[in-house]
């Protein structure tokens, strides 16, 4: 398995890309596409795709943000590619019927999960800003399941399957391998903002002062 993934904006750009890392038709990719750009962007960059690698699985979402080796864009679609080798995959859609665990039922169905399952990977469009609660039927023994949740740009907030999106759905791909391993884990850091200042006068929890200038000031100044 190899994985790579680049920014593009259009068709011509994603067509390099894919001829750079020499990509091949008779390979099983698993592409991921987030997008700041229009769901016609999106789904004429996932039509290209298909052409080129038609044995491949396409999900994504409406993001305004991406982020590509440690740097933000908010401009642009982050196609991320994984080509497989011992891995097979099965992918699926499933709308909104605003009866969540039937709709987890249809998609665990639809994405045919069996004992050599590994993963999922899985996108979902929030209701109302509440989070729609269609994973709680996987089992938790089962297969890990992570993705994120789409974010609403100019034209709306969807998720993508293969060539098309969707506006009250999720998508996911399921990985099934007797050979993949697979771990779950987290990292998140502080990152400072603003100046240094030095704390000159403090009791306890109680700030006073830093530099020369009351903490109030300080506050007021920068706020």
Known sequence: MRAFSQLVKNVDQLNDFLVTYRCCADKRYLVQLLSTQSRD???ALARAILERLPDTH?????TR???LEGEIFN???????MELNQ???????????????????????ALELQDSSKAIISFSVQIERR??????VFNPEG???????????DDGCWVLHQDQVYDEAVVAVALHSD?????????????PIGMPHKVTHAKGTRLYSLGELKALDVYKHYL
Do not use: M
């Open 58 to 62: 396409i999900i994504g979402h409406s």
């Open 131 to 136: 989070d729609y609660p269609v994973y709680r």
């Open 75 to 81: 401009q642009g679609c982050l196609v991320c590619v």
């Open 87 to 109: 891995t097979t995959l099965t992918s699926a859609v499933q709308h909104y019927s605003f009866s969540p665990d039937i709709d987890g039922y249809d998609l665990k169905q």
């Open 179 to 191: 050979s993949l391993k697979v771990w779950t884990s987290a990292y998140s850091e502080w990152n």
């Open 143 to 153: 297969p890990t399941v992570s993705g994120g949740l789409a974010q609403a740009i």
């Open 65 to 67: 943000h991406v982020i």
């Open 41 to 43: 962007t999106a789904t």
